[in-house]
Each structure stands twice: as structure tokens, then as C-alpha cells.
T-cell receptor
Framework: GAVVSQHPSWVICKSGTSVKIECRSLDFQATTMFWYRQFPKQSLMLMATSNEGSKATYEQGVEKDKFLINHASLTLSTLTVTSAHPEDSSFYIC?????????????FGPGTRLTVT | AQRVTQPEKLLSVFKGAPVELKCNYSYSGSPELFWYVQYSRQRLQLLLRHISRESIKGFTADLNKGETSFHLKKPFAQEEDSAMYYCALSGTSGSRLTFGEGTQLTVNP
């Protein structure tokens, strides 16, 4: 149980275009989802906390207008990278917290590799 | 503020040897502590949580509030244990996880 999927697993886009990444909790409901970036051989960097039915909370230094987050249902959150630039190339990972479990554990998706050319 | 420290970036042991991955934390309240593992080219997976007091794949971790530590231990390491291990902390309900920098464990044959 506690499976999280991400789509797409990898994407290549041209500079200036927008890309949407989906994060789904497949067998549980998640009122809270998280979006991270992971750089090679480094730990995860939290970008934002996505709350179902309300606005996302962004970490300091993360541009909310550039990284649009929508958490429209208890099983889906999306991250849209707008006007992408090469420096946005990265590995984006989402996680979700099971609303019915007592634990604050997060369950992670497999990640999405974004390359901006 | 909450912080997690994993003092060893790299740890190398031989198969069958005991292994201990260190994790220290700072948090003023009652945290929930976790160990996550990331095998090569795979997603981050939850390995252990302190509230469960379980043993997974032979690994155990005990929360020591006096020393503010949550070290991960296994008495006999296996080659398949080679992976990146992250210690993480969650503070109050709903708060984000704070991760350590990770320890790359290599188990040599």
C-alpha cells in the first residue's frame, strides 16, 4: 500500500514553454502533498507544500508564479513549471501523506526528470 | 527550528559486518523520526519510523531523546543494503519532513 505515481517520468521541453507534472496517490487519500527537487548526489530540497482545496505553501526562494501547484482532489496534485529555462532542469519528486494514518510519514513518487533545452 | 544531522556522507563496510548509520536531530517538541532508503535509480522508500518500533530488512532504530539521536543499525550487513539512507524528522502535525544530507552505504563483498 501507499503507492504514489508521477507522470511523466521524464520530459524534454524547449526554453520558454510550460510543463505539467502530475502526482497521484493510488491507494490512499492525501490532503497534503509535497514537491521536492533533488540534485545529483544531494538530499531533497522542499519546494512547496500542496494542500487539497487551498493554496500551496512555498518555501523561501521558490517563485510561486513560476512553479504553479494545484491540488484539486484528494489523490492528485500537479506542478506546472511555467516559462521553463535550462536552470529549471532537475529531478522533481512528489510525496503524499495518508490522511487516514496517524503517522506523519510521506510516501514518495518515482520522480520526473525535466530537461529544458 | 528543526534540524537533522547525518555526520557520515559515506560509509563502507564488509558483508556480514555490523553497520550503524548515525542520525542526530534538534527539535524542541516531540518529533516523529524516520529512516528512508533510496536504492540506485529507485524512489525514496520509507524504511522505518520510530513510533512503530519495528525491524525492517534486519534494520532497527531506537529513538534516544536524551542524546537526540535515531541511529540505524543492522548486525550483519548484506550487499543488497548498499544504498543512500536518509534520516528525517517531522515536528508538529502537518509540518514538512526535514531530511538529513544522507549517508551512502556501500557493503563490500
Amino acid at each position: 500500500g501507499a503507492v504514489v505515481s508521477q507522470h511523466p517520468s521524464w520530459v524534454i521541453c524547449k526554453s520558454g514553454t510550460s510543463v505539467k507534472i502530475e502526482c497521484r496517490s493510488l491507494d490512499f487519500q492525501a490532503t497534503t502533498m509535497f514537491w521536492y527537487r533533488q540534485f545529483p548526489k544531494q538530499s531533497l530540497m522542499l519546494m512547496a507544500t500542496s494542500n487539497e482545496g487551498s493554496k500551496a505553501t512555498y518555501e523561501q526562494g521558490v517563485e510561486k508564479d513560476k512553479f504553479l501547484i494545484n491540488h484539486a482532489s484528494l489523490t492528485l496534485s500537479t506542478l506546472t513549471v511555467t516559462s521553463a529555462h535550462p536552470e529549471d532542469s532537475s529531478f522533481y519528486i512528489c510525496s503524499a501523506r495518508d490522511r487516514h494514518r496517524f503517522s506523519r510519514a510521506e510516501y514518495f513518487g518515482p520522480g520526473t526528470r525535466l530537461t529544458v533545452t | 527550528a528543526q534540524r537533522v544531522t547525518q555526520p557520515e556522507k559515506l560509509l563502507s563496510v564488509f558483508k556480514g559486518a555490523p553497520v550503524e548509520l548515525k542520525c542526530n536531530y534538534s527539535y524542541s517538541g516531540s518529533p516523529e523520526l524516520f529512516w528512508y532508503v533510496q536504492y540506485s535509480r529507485q524512489r525514496l522508500q520509507l524504511l522505518l519510523r520510530h513510533i512503530s518500533r519495528e525491524s525492517i530488512k534486519g534494520f532497527t532504530a531506537d529513538l534516544n531523546k536524551g542524546e537526540t539521536s535515531f541511529h540505524l543499525k543492522k548486525p550483519f550487513a548484506q550487499e543488497e543494503d548498499s544504498a543512500m539512507y536518509y534520516c528525517a524528522l517531522s515536528g508538529t502535525s502537518g509540518s514538512r519532513l526535514t531530511f538529513g544530507e544522507g549517508t551512502q552505504l556501500t557493503v563490500n563483498p
